[in-house]
């Protein structure tokens, strides 16, 4: 016996906006999660235009934080990391 009754909750195809529960107008870039015009916030990334929650906004701005945000993150890490080891030598040998 098998029955092909979907176990979804009966929302139907339309997702509802995960901060007001309004129909949302597609999913955030971010997390994923739907969102309504009114919950998202729209930035450019490129030639495209993406839509990213507010929650996600607050978190991080509205860019889609591209590779080379992380590089420079990166980068600026390796640099503190080499001052700090560069300091802690100075300390040693005096
Ligand atoms: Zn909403
Ligand atoms: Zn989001």
């Known amino acids: 016996m098998s029955s092909l009754v979907p176990a979804g909750g009966?929302?139907?195809p339309?997702?509802?906006c995960s901060h007001?529960?309004?129909?949302a107008v597609g999913p955030c870039a971010r997390c994923r999660s739907p969102v309504c015009g009114d919950c998202c916030e729209l930035t450019e990334?490129?030639?495209?235009t993406f839509?990213?929650?507010?929650r996600c906004a607050r978190k991080g701005g509205t860019s889609l934080a591209p590779g080379w945000v992380g590089?420079?993150?990166w980068l600026a890490l390796?640099?503190?990391g080499c001052v700090g080891v560069g300091v802690l030598l100075a300390?040693?040998?005096r």
Do not use: D, K, S
């Open 45 to 48: 990334g490129g030639a495209t």
């Open 20 to 23: 007001c529960g309004v129909t």
């Open 10 to 12: 009966g929302e139907g």
């Open 78 to 80: 390796v640099m503190a």
């Open 14 to 16: 339309l997702a509802r």
């Open 91 to 93: 300390l040693l040998r």
């Open 71 to 73: 590089l420079l993150g």
């Open 51 to 54: 839509a990213v929650c507010l």
